[in-house]
């Protein structure tokens, strides 16, 4: 069936019916796993439709974008200052995929035993099934795990790729290279984009990226209420949009919601009872469209009420400071702020298991859901700290390792309702 935009797509040079089979197979799936809920809020009209559009109008808002002579960079890590790129008029997107299409491409090029998420942005540029990567005028990976530094390699030869050097420890010398790769970066993103980055501009990036963050702050505050007054899977598709959508949109839209939402709190409505197991996510990045696991969870009798997370609170716990007066003192805000994630890269994270038992108080989780891909060891080894940090808080835990296939569904949802049973 022909849309009105196979033209662009046509253009962006995608493979036109394996792309019309993937849309069908999205469009299916979200159905059946979020338009099947009931009781959700007005504002998660706004965000059905992105989603529906996620590649048709917005890939058209880039385009147009373009025509007007800003550049479209692409990345796949929460590492990679969104605020650069706004300072030189860019438009930054999020390019990590959560779908097994182009999987048997991929698997042409890298060893099969590699994490789903890295297969599957090589599969899509493979299969060429993604108009964001195809929109990119320039793609930015980063040196966090060695399946994603080596799959670059490979990935330089179909599309234009810059990689940052992100360090694995905090000391002083780490932040130090940071900072060197924090300038080079600058300096590449003038070069492509044609703009001098000045003060002026990048204090409104920061203010801008800034909004955002706390606009998602705030619906993780409402999120700790009790009844639960969003479902977790409503709440992962939000945190994914706003990798995708428009910053200054997202944010009013989100805004929104909220009001809603607190509308919900203070009159004691929730989305499910009160009595709801409350589980929390920890791990690995979801990104769209990877629903699997909060489906199995919430259709085993549980809420999702927190991801630890990149596509989650990692990516919006901390603000960079805006204070600064010099176009150098913006930069060391934005050096420092970035210094403070905490993804399983870096040794020693403690950090991280500090933070996933404040989260876990705070919101009164009654569990931890430790999510880990299949083949990531960072995650997967680290999960071992995480349950004994949690053992120590007297909050419960489950590990589970899984990929984008829909093959260990009932496995899951075996173990999952055990769990929920168990911290119920
Ligand atoms: S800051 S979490 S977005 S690197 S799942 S590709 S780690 S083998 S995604 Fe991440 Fe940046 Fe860290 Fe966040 Fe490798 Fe693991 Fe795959 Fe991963």
Redesign the pocket.
């Given at each position: 069936m022909s849309t009105p935009h196979d033209a662009m797509w046509e253009k962006l040079n995608l493979d036109l019916d394996a792309h019309a089979g993937l849309l069908q197979v999205l469009g299916k799936f979200y159905g059946d796993i979020y338009m099947s809920q009931t009781g959700r809020l007005k504002g998660m009209e706004y965000l059905d439709f992105v989603l529906s559009e996620v590649h048709g109008l917005r890939i058209k808002e880039l385009q147009d974008a373009k025509a007007q002579g800003k550049k479209v960079i692409g990345t796949?890590?929460?590492?990679v200052p969104e605020e650069i790129v706004l300072a030189a008029d860019g438009v930054q997107v999020g390019l990590?995929a959560g779908a097994e299409a182009g999987k048997d491409a991929a698997e042409k090029v890298l060893p099969r035993n590699t994490?789903a998420?890295?297969k599957s942005f090589v599969g899509f540029k493979l299969s060429r099934l993604c108009p964001f990567i195809e929109s990119c005028d320039l793609v930015v990976g980063?040196t966090?795990?060695d399946?994603?530094k080596k799959a670059y390699e490979i990935f330089a030869d179909y599309a234009p790729v810059y990689v940052m050097e992100i360090p694995q420890m905090k000391n002083a010398c780490d932040r130090e290279l940071w900072r060197a790769e924090v300038l080079r970066f600058k300096d590449k993103v003038e070069e492509v984009t044609g703009k001098s980055i000045m003060a002026p501009r990048l204090r409104e990036a920061i203010r801008l990226v800034n909004d955002r963050r706390k606009v998602l702050q705030r619906l993780n505050r409402l999120r700790a209420a009790s009844p639960v007054p969003i479902s977790g899977r409503d709440a992962l598709l939000i945190n994914q949009i706003s990798f995708y959508d428009d910053p200054v949109r997202f944010t009013e839209k989100i805004g929104h919601l909220c009001d809603e939402l607190e509308e919900q709190v203070n009159s004691g409505k929730g989305i499910v009872p009160k009595e709801t197991p409350r589980l929390m996510l920890s791990g690995?990045?979801m990104a769209v469209p990877n629903w699997k696991l909060p489906y199995v969870i919430e259709s085993s009798g549980a809420v999702i009420i927190g991801e630890e997370?990149?596509i989650g609170t990692?990516n919006i716990r901390d603000l960079v400071d805006e204070s600064g007066e010099s176009l150098d003192d913006l930069l060391n805000a934005i050096v420092d702020r970035y210094m403070r994630?905490d993804?399983?890269?870096f040794t020693p994270n403690m950090e991280r298991m500090d933070n996933i038992v404040s989260m876990a108080r705070d919101l009164k989780a009654d569990g931890v859901i430790h999510y880990g891909?299949s083949?990531?060891?960072?995650?997967a080894i680290e999960a071992f700290k995480v349950e004994k940090a949690l053992k120590a808080a007297d909050i419960p835990m489950l590990s589970i390792e899984t990929d984008y296939s829909m093959e260990d569904v009932e496995q899951l949802k075996t173990r999952v309702e055990a769990f929920v049973e168990m911290v119920r």
């Open positions: 796949f890590c929460v590492f990590c994490c998420l890295i980063e966090t795990c399946g994603k690995c990045p997370s990149c990692r994630i993804c399983a890269c891909l083949f990531c060891q960072p995650y």
